[in-house]
């Protein structure tokens, strides 16, 4: 069973939202940096883009362009989750100790799944694309 997180911006569903992903060290000096463009209420309001740091429990923890399926959750007729947004993974049916979560990551074109020690948003930045948009927090 998946369970939204609240506290993190609702990805954009549209199938032109852009995403990154900055893979580093994984640890609490340098995190994984996965940068996606929000929902937006109207086509004319700026596009932008939620910052969500995270640190996993190791080497090996992020997989991208997850196939996992997990029950009660709706996918499409290719395999993706019809729902985006942010999940932590019951422990009933993810692998990951009492030390980290099993987060699901569905984006409109991407699902990544991670086993992560923590996740926090930490800035939502107003840019043309994802890259820019983590370029500038990079800067700041």
Known sequence: MLTEVPEIPSPSAEH???????????????????VYEIARDFLSAPRSFAIIELVTIGPGAIELDSDNQYDAVEYDESGAMVETGMFVVASAEGECDAAGQHIVVSL???RIELLAHS???KKVIVATSARSALANYLMD
Not at 25 to 32: L, Q
């Open 16 to 34: 032109n939202s852009d995403y990154a992903l900055l893979c580093v060290e994984g640890n609490s000096d340098s995190p994984h940096i996965l």
């Open 119 to 121: 996740f926090e948003c």
């Open 108 to 110: 409109a074109l991407q």
